[in-house]
């Protein structure tokens, strides 16, 4: 058991053991309540002050009893003291707390569960965004790994409820659950889902037959790291230079071209407007590859008088400066009708 909570109880037994002291020298000498807490304290800290008034044999017999109670009380309390003083817990409970208190400063973050090789890699590319997170890590070893990393992180099982919202997944935006065994990702599953009905779920699928078990759980989305390897591994060798531009437009690694989803948010003075009009390849160079309609039908190669609408996703293709340009372009208002107000200018001029 956790040494803090070994302090707790002591503490709560202690405070028991006040009341009932005082309770007893109450009803059976007949003092005021003052005069028994002070019996009481005095006997329990041992002090070896004189009675308050001489002790019935009723009295006394309680009395022993009291003190062989309460110095083992005591004694276990400074005990359990010297453990969290000599062995570095009160350094790791400060740390713990401070942990927890930017945990609960997260909101529309995501909560990854399992720290193993796909889960670095994915906490890694969230940290180039960045992406707010939290990994939750059973594994002892692995924890001393993810201290070095500086990650935020809370030591736990994930298939528990109480791990799980001391993460904030009432607040959180998504979980990943890429722990190696399947059995625990249905688990994690069920109980995320359980816990936030909403929650966007990504999980990791392993042996055959499991993304089956993992979408009726309430997976949003199951990945499988050997069908995917394998299918790439195919493709490598199939059309290798199509594989490579995916590589170069999708790695993070690569800074000359890029791809990025970037969606048109509520009150957008994009909406409305087709790409042509909208000027999004005059102002930024980038190209719009594709458009994920709300309705989630995606449009590939879109036309340039393809009209843009609230909650598009628009699937761009570009240096990552022009794509980040792109995506201060949208979320600006006041950028947006300067935008607008230049392309209908020109619009008029070359009419």
């Not at 930017?102 to 796909?118: N, P, Q, S, T, W």
Request: glycine share 10%; proline share 3%.
């Amino acid at each position: 058991m956790d040494p803090v909570r070994h302090l707790k109880i002591s503490f709560l037994v202690l405070a028991l053991l006040v009341s009932l002291g005082t309770a007893g020298y109450m009803g059976i000498e007949g003092w005021r309540f003052l005069d028994a807490l002070y019996m009481t304290i005095i006997t329990l800290g041992t002090v070896g002050f004189r009675e308050v008034y001489p002790l019935s044999d009723a009295g006394k017999i309680f009395t022993v009893f009291l003190i062989i109670f309460g110095v083992s009380v005591i004694g276990y309390i400074v005990g359990s003291l010297a453990q969290i003083m000599f062995e570095g817990q009160f350094q790791r409970i400060i740390g713990r707390k401070k942990v927890e208190k930017k945990v609960e400063a997260l909101k529309d973050h995501y909560i990854i569960c399992g720290f193993g090789r796909m889960g670095s890699l994915i906490c890694r590319e969230f940290a180039a965004k960045p992406i707010p997170f939290v990994i939750v890590e059973k594994n002892t070893e692995i924890i001393e790994k993810l201290k070095d990393e500086g990650y935020l992180f809370l030591y736990g099982d994930a298939t528990d409820d109480e791990t799980l919202l001391k993460a904030g997944i009432k607040r959180a935006k998504g979980l990943i659950s890429v722990v190696t065994s399947d059995t625990e990702n249905v688990y994690i599953t069920l109980t995320a889902r359980g816990l936030n009905p909403d929650l966007y779920i990504l999980a990791r699928s392993g042996e055959e037959g499991s993304e089956i078990k993992l979408k009726r759980a309430g997976a949003n989305k199951v990945v499988s790291p050997y069908l995917i390897g394998g299918s790439r591994m195919a493709q490598a060798i199939l059309r290798p230079n199509v594989v490579d531009f995916i590589e170069i437009a999708t790695g993070r690694e690569h800074l000359e071209l890029q791809m990025e989803e970037i969606l048109i948010p509520e009150h957008s003075s994009f909406a409305g407007e087709n790409l042509v009009s909208s000027g999004f390849r005059k102002e930024t160079g980038v190209i719009i590859i594709g458009i994920k309609k709300a309705t989630g039908k995606m449009v590939f190669n879109p036309h340039s008088h393809a009209k843009i609408e609230v909650h598009d996703t628009l699937i761009v293709l570009g240096e990552p400066t022009a794509i980040q340009k792109l995506e201060e372009l949208i979320s600006c208002g006041k950028c947006a009708e300067d935008v607008l107000s230049k392309q209908r200018r020109e619009h008029s001029h070359h009419e």
